[in-house]
């Protein structure tokens, strides 16, 4: 009976801090273990468990690593980049906690847990998603026995869909307003408010701060180089026409006499470079241009598109995968929309939206945007916005994919006693 009670708490105090783990990584889960029915074994797992969920970067670390990169005097880019992971958004008091904790495990510290005491003896990745722990535990009685644990883990972000909206600026006290998040949301900088984010399904999504770093951005130079000249926006005879007549320039892509840069499976690509033209009147994109076709903009200096339709008419609603704005450099992008699918990446960028359409409450955008600041006030941006999430990583194209991943507890088996039961000699 002991037994199987044993087994319901740690089942349901496993799910109480996977649950708790959910909150986001400003709230600290709790790993007082109140069941007085389980063993020592049990008890201790359910701690290590506790603390990888709320820190699971520990997942791709050997033990001698915490230690060494925790009190280092000596900061190197791997030291400095695991201890901002940890304390990602930590409150002082809280980060010195999680600290203290850590390094008693590190450092084979006896940890005392209802029933008796643990010491955690190694910690070992022994290929891409598994680890062995090795615990060594005394109960009540002075009776000590060796454990294995055998922890589970995947590449936490591949499991979820691309967060609708990405913000990794500092000084972002503001938010975003009363904009509506059909999605998840990713802040990198621990000013942004996350609790006050307007999920529109608060039990399917999330909004939480992330030590993810975004991939570099395709050389541009490169890009530059294979594209065809009138493929560049403005041309020398529209930089001529805007200088002549002070006209916004009306686009409509991809043109007829326009011949793809490059395939990516069976879609054709069109790939287009806009260099510091701030005034378009227009951008009509057309993703059925002979067949399904992708489009790419890529975009140096601010930009302010007065109105921004992309057509799918066979393939409706529109995919993100068949537009997308890649943006360099610091600068600012107004876009106004009534309804838009598309991946943005500008992460120096200050980017603002707003409807175009006096028939519906708000702009609505499909897709990812991934970006420095989002701007809700002013001439540029609104608060009338709703994002909503579309597709999966690997949806994404090659060059996005290579975020270094968070990995994701999946389950911890404590095995059988590796030692057996000694009773410890006065």
């Given at each position: 009976?002991?037994?199987?009670?044993?087994?319901?708490?740690?089942?349901?105090?496993?799910?109480?801090?996977?649950?708790?783990?959910?909150?986001?990584?400003?709230?600290?889960?709790?790993?007082?273990?109140?069941?007085?029915?389980?063993?020592?074994?049990e008890?201790?797992?359910?701690?290590?468990?506790?603390?990888?969920?709320?820190?699971?970067?520990?997942?791709?670390?050997?033990?001698?690593?915490?230690?060494?990169?925790?009190?280092?005097?000596n900061?190197?880019?791997?030291?400095?980049?695991?201890?901002?992971?940890?304390?990602?958004?930590?409150?002082?008091?809280?980060?010195k906690?999680?600290?203290?904790?850590?390094?008693?495990?590190?450092?084979?510290?006896?940890?005392?847990?209802?029933?008796?005491?643990?010491?955690?003896?190694?910690?070992?990745?022994?290929?891409?998603?598994?680890?062995?722990?090795?615990?060594?535990t005394?109960n009540?009685?002075?009776?000590?026995?060796?454990?294995?644990?055998?922890?589970?883990?995947?590449?936490?972000?591949?499991?979820?869909?691309?967060?609708?909206?990405?913000?990794?600026?500092?000084?972002?006290?503001?938010?975003?307003?009363?904009?509506?998040?059909?999605?998840?949301?990713?802040?990198?900088?621990?000013?942004?408010?996350?609790?006050?984010?307007?999920?529109?399904?608060?039990?399917?999504?999330?909004?939480?701060?992330?030590?993810?770093?975004?991939?570099?951005?395709?050389?541009?130079?490169?890009?530059?180089?294979?594209?065809?000249?009138?493929?560049?926006?403005?041309?020398?005879?529209?930089?001529?026409?805007?200088?002549?007549?002070?006209?916004?320039?009306?686009?409509?892509?991809?043109?007829?006499?326009?011949?793809?840069?490059?395939?990516?499976?069976?879609?054709?690509?069109?790939?287009?470079f806009?260099?510091?033209?701030?005034?378009?009147?227009?951008?009509?994109?057309?993703?059925?241009?002979?067949?399904?076709?992708?489009?790419?903009?890529?975009?140096?200096?601010?930009?302010?598109?007065?109105?921004?339709?992309?057509k799918?008419?066979?393939?409706?609603?529109?995919?993100?995968?068949?537009?997308?704005?890649?943006?360099?450099?610091?600068?600012?992008?107004?876009?106004?929309?009534?309804?838009?699918?598309?991946?943005?990446v500008?992460?120096?960028?200050?980017?603002?939206?707003?409807?175009?359409?006096?028939?519906?409450?708000?702009?609505?955008?499909?897709?990812?945007?991934?970006?420095?600041?989002?701007?809700?006030?002013?001439?540029?941006?609104?608060?009338?916005?709703?994002?909503?999430?579309?597709?999966?990583?690997g949806?994404?194209?090659?060059?996005?994919?290579?975020?270094h991943?968070?990995?994701?507890?999946?389950?911890v088996?404590?095995?059988?006693?590796?030692?057996?039961?000694?009773?410890?000699?006065?």
């Amino acid at each position: 009976m002991v037994m199987v009670l044993g087994t319901v708490g740690t089942v349901a105090t496993a799910a109480l801090l996977a649950r708790s783990s959910n909150l986001g990584n400003n709230v600290e889960t709790s790993i007082t273990i109140g069941q007085q029915n389980l063993s020592v074994a049990e008890t201790a797992k359910v701690n290590l468990q506790a603390l990888l969920i709320e820190h699971n970067q520990l997942l791709e670390y050997n033990l001698d690593d915490w230690e060494k990169y925790l009190t280092s005097s000596n900061m190197s880019e791997k030291s400095r980049e695991f201890n901002h992971n940890l304390r990602l958004c930590k409150k002082e008091a809280n980060w010195k906690n999680t600290k203290e904790r850590i390094l008693e495990l590190a450092q084979h510290k006896t940890i005392d847990v209802p029933m008796g005491k643990f010491s955690l003896l190694d910690f070992q990745k022994v290929d891409r998603n598994e680890i062995l722990a090795t615990i060594k535990t005394q109960n009540t009685e002075e009776k000590q026995s060796q454990y294995e644990i055998d922890i589970s883990f995947s590449d936490n972000y591949l499991s979820k869909s691309v967060p609708v909206l990405w913000l990794i600026g500092e000084q972002q006290i503001d938010g975003i307003g009363n904009a509506k998040v059909n999605g998840n949301l990713w802040a990198n900088d621990c000013s942004f408010p996350v609790e006050k984010t307007n999920l529109m399904e608060v039990d399917g999504y999330q909004a939480k701060y992330t030590a993810i770093k975004m991939p570099d951005l395709p050389d541009l130079e490169a890009i530059k180089e294979r594209l065809p000249e009138n493929h560049y926006f403005p041309s020398t005879a529209e930089e001529q026409k805007i200088q002549d007549q002070e006209d916004k320039i009306s686009l409509k892509l991809p043109r007829l006499e326009d011949k793809p840069t490059k395939k990516e499976g069976e879609k054709n690509v069109y790939e287009y470079f806009i260099n510091n033209l701030e005034d378009i009147d227009s951008l009509i994109v057309n993703s059925d241009f002979k067949n399904e076709s992708i489009i790419v903009l890529y975009v140096v200096g601010d930009i302010n598109i007065s109105e921004i339709v992309h057509k799918c008419e066979s393939s409706n609603p529109c995919s993100p995968e068949n537009l997308m704005i890649v943006a360099y450099e610091e600068a600012k992008m107004c876009l106004q929309f009534d309804n838009l699918s598309a991946f943005i990446v500008a992460p120096h960028y200050k980017l603002g939206i707003k409807n175009n359409n006096p028939n519906q409450e708000s702009a609505k955008f499909t897709g990812s945007i991934w970006t420095n600041k989002l701007l809700t006030t002013g001439d540029c941006g609104s608060e009338e916005v709703e994002f909503s999430e579309a597709w999966e990583w690997g949806d994404l194209p090659n060059e996005f994919q290579s975020l270094h991943p968070t990995p994701k507890l999946i389950q911890v088996n404590l095995k059988e006693s590796i030692q057996s039961d000694i009773s410890t000699e006065h």
